[in-house]
């Protein structure tokens, strides 16, 4: 994956929550409300790119406020974390990982976990991830060895995949077409 890799430029624009723990003037716009300020505590969904760097950027205090703890930090915003991560979620991938419509449920929902799992040092998601994706890379494997190709990608099956995976289900098929053809050399 590389800087002009679509797929990274898309997850990357896929909306996350969150929330502004000051008040900003002039980012009513990310509002519908062109020069209003966006006020603390408004809830917006950013693209993961503004948030990753508004949540990072640390907030200079214009006064020394006596009250105020030195070592305490703020930032623009804080990220709350997206219903395709809550625990209703995450169980149902743990019961059944190919029962789940990743596509209806983020397109990019692969990428987007590596994202949010690095930024957050979230272990156990990323476990989570990449026990769901071995389970749904095994099925993807098994459908791409049949002949029926578009019709297995059109199925119901087939119209869960999230990018990445339908990705890895054309390699897979180019793969099995190459050992077919190399067997029959």
């Known amino acids: 994956m590389g800087y002009y890799d679509l797929d990274e430029i898309l997850a990357d624009g ?3 929550p969150c929330r502004f723990t000051i008040s900003v003037p002039g980012l009513g716009y990310l ?3 062109p020069g209003k300020p966006v006020i ?5 969904d950013l693209p993961l790119w503004l948030a990753e760097i508004l949540a990072i950027c640390e907030i200079q205090s214009a006064q020394n406020d006596p009250n105020e703890n030195p070592d305490q930090t703020t930032y623009f915003i804080e990220l709350i974390q997206p ?3 809550s625990s209703k979620i995450i169980n149902a991938i743990k019961t059944n990982a190919l ?9 990019y929902f692969y990428k987007l976990s590596v994202k949010w799992g690095s930024m957050f040092n979230d272990t ?3 476990a989570i991830v990449q026990e769901m994706f071995k389970q749904r ?3 993807i494997n098994d459908y791409s060895s049949d002949n029926n190709h578009l019709q297995l990608l059109n199925s119901e099956f087939g119209l869960q995949l999230d990018e990445t995976e339908r990705t890895l289900f054309r390699q897979c098929i180019e793969s099995h077409r190459d050992l077919k053809n190399w067997l029959s050399s």
């Open 14 to 16: 896929q909306k996350i």
């Open 31 to 33: 509002e519908n409300n």
């Open 40 to 44: 603390q505590n408004t809830k917006l």
């Open 83 to 85: 219903d395709f991560y």
């Open 99 to 107: 029962k789940i419509d990743l596509h209806q449920l983020l397109p």
């Open 124 to 126: 156990e998601l990323m």
């Open 137 to 139: 890379a095994c099925a």
